[in-house]
C-alpha cells in the first residue's frame, strides 16, 4: 500500500478535500504527505509540520516568550501539591515574589514587570505553603484543602 495522492481525490477523506496548492503557496513550500504506514484518515502528523514552520517562521517569538516566563512543573500527590519553578540564576529568584490562593499560584517581578500565573489541579490551605530555593529551582509545598470536611465551623462572637 503506498502513501496518499493528492491529485486522486477521495470523497471519504476530508484530507483530500482541502486545496493543496493554495496551502503550499501560502506556506511557501511543499507539503509532507504521510508515510504509507500512518492510519487513513490520521491527521496528528500535520501538527508537527505546522509547528515547525511556525518556528521557522517566527524564531525570535519563540526566544522573546522564554524571557518572560519560567518552566514549571506541578506535582499532585495524595495530600500535597508541589509546584517546582526552574530559576537558574539567583539573583532573578530573589526578585521573583511569589502569592498563592486557594487555586493559583502567581509569579511577579519577572522581567519587563510581566507576571506568570499556575493553576492549580486541587484546592489548596495557602497558609500552609512552604516555599525553598535551591540548585536554581524554586520548590513550593503546600496542603491540599480536605474534602473529607469542606465546611468550617465559625464562632459568632454575641
Known sequence: MS???PSQPSNSNPYFDMNWKQFEQFFGGK??????SEIPGDLSWVDGYIKDVMKQAMPQAQTQGLKHHFHTEVFDTHRNIIVKVHIPDKAQARKIRVLLNVSTLRLEGLPQDKSQMVRLPSLVNASSCKAVYRNGILQLHMRK????HPFYEIDVRF
Request: charged residues 10%; without cysteine; proline residues 31%.
Open 3 to 5: 502513501g496518499p495522492n
Open 31 to 36: 507539503m509532507p504527505f504521510p508515510p504509507a
Open 145 to 148: 484543602q480536605s474534602s473529607e
